[in-house]
């Protein structure tokens, strides 16, 4: 249970509350880089701040204040230039570093007065990524950009799927640390949807621990081997707003205080028997969180997820809240957002932030659940896999696969 204070402290994400400030610390996903594809601008709103993110004629990416500087006309109806973004008003040009670079009435007719000189518009620096978007949005210096080691993996399959969902960013990162979800909420829930009345094997023993690079929650579920991944290495909750599966990453980016971007980012290896899958683009998509009558999607894993996240309000009153052991993690990550807020405040680096570009450069996490998509088992083996043959009729964790996303996954796997 957390006071009301103590709640705000997680939940407030604005630049001058103290998760705000912490969480300003990291890189942070917040778009697919194909969604600039089709239109060079997209409005962002990011951790209470309104901006734009833009694509210019270079194919450089800008994160810019929504409002021009000049007389604040909205920048995402605005049009990019070989370098940077101009205002639809009256012209003013801005690149991806926020100088200024063009006025063009005052730069005609007075350009002794260098006015652009005196304008800066705020920008935040963009990094690509695996195709994703990253920014940072914190104090410099700007550490190093963390290239988690499966955005190097060749020969598969990437997508992007994003959701935007009512409800603050912490509940939905708690779910990163709670294991028994799983058998409740995805395993025998999805049952009963499905007109069954069996129970899933239940859990027999958690287990948390820290790491370097964020929490991780290890099980052992009833009939499980001894050995099992699931056990010996686990899930990870990757600091601050991640979650990592083996071939997939999730993230809970806070839009403000009750609005977050649920972006996923998933992979699958072509199988043995297939020639590696060489990429062009990887395709970013929108899964829908409500069916056609209004309610929640509950069909796919992540959807499922969303209905628990909503369902604990807009911003969850931890004030009435009840944990019991299964929450451990829970408490320890709760923990170390407060410490690591007090090391931001000492001037130190919180957990995680990497400065040796050699580090950065390919971070390795955990292999859980590469197994499935390694790239040993052969189209043949997909098909009786208790995972994969699943994704060989729809996608798993996200309702609404667009069919060309489909069909391109089916071709690069080899299946059509
Ligand atoms: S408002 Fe943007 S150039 Fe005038
Ligand atoms: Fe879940």
């Given at each position: 249970m957390l006071t009301a204070e103590q709640n705000k402290f997680y939940v407030e994400v604005g630049a001058d509350k103290p998760m705000g400030k912490l969480l300003r610390r990291y890189w942070i996903p917040f778009a697919g880089a194909s969604e600039f594809d089709a239109a060079a601008t997209k409005p962002v709103r990011l951790m209470g701040e309104d901006l734009v993110a833009y694509k210019d004629l270079s194919g450089v990416y800008g994160l810019i204040d929504r409002h021009c500087c000049h007389r604040r006309a909205d920048l995402s109806y605005g049009y990019v230039e070989a370098c940077g973004l101009r205002c639809n008003y009256h012209g003013w040009l801005y690149d991806e570093k926020g100088a200024c670079i063009g006025q063009p009435y005052e730069d005609l007719a007075h350009p002794q007065n260098n006015l652009k000189d005196k304008v800066r518009i705020k920008a935040y620096p963009v990094r690509e990524c695996a195709g994703l978007l990253f920014t940072y949005m914190g104090p410099s210096p700007v550490p190093e950009f963390p290239v988690w080691?499966?955005?190097?993996?060749?020969?598969g399959f990437r997508e992007v799927v994003r959701s935007e969902i009512p409800c603050n960013w912490f509940q939905c990162q708690e779910n990163s640390i709670d294991p028994v979800h799983f058998e409740w909420m995805h395993d025998n829930w999805s049952e009963r949807l499905n007109g069954g009345h069996e129970y899933a094997a239940k859990h027999l023993q958690l287990a948390f621990d820290e790491l370097e690079y964020g929490f991780a929650y290890r099980r052992v579920r009833e009939g499980q081997e001894e050995n099992s991944p699931l056990w010996t290495i686990g899930r990870l909750a990757l600091w601050p707003i991640g979650f990592y599966l083996g071939e997939h990453f999730e993230w809970r980016v806070p839009v403000d205080d009750e609005n977050t971007l649920s972006i996923a980012w998933f992979y699958a290896q072509a199988p043995a028997d297939v020639p590696p899958y060489d990429q062009k683009s990887v395709p970013t998509w929108e899964s829908p969180i409500k069916d056609s009558n209004g309610h929640w999607v509950s069909s796919h894993v992540i959807n499922q997820d969303i209905v628990a996240w909503v369902g604990q309000g807009r911003i969850a009153d931890r004030s009435k809240e009840f944990l019991g052991a299964s929450d451990r993690g829970i408490i320890m990550m709760r923990r170390r957002y407060v410490e690591d807020y007090n090391r931001i405040e000492q001037g130190l680096d919180p957990k995680?932030?990497?400065?040796?570009p050699e580090v950065a450069k390919c971070v390795p996490l955990a292999l859980i659940g590469r197994v499935t998509g390694?790239?040993?088992?052969?189209r043949a083996q997909w098909k009786t896999h208790p995972f994969l043959k699943t994704r060989l009729i729809d996608h798993r964790h996200c309702f609404g696969q667009p069919k060309e996303v489909r069909d391109e996954f089916m071709r690069a796997m080899g299946f059509a």
């Open positions: 080691a499966p955005f190097a993996w060749k020969g995680g932030v990497i400065r040796d390694a790239g040993d088992l052969t």
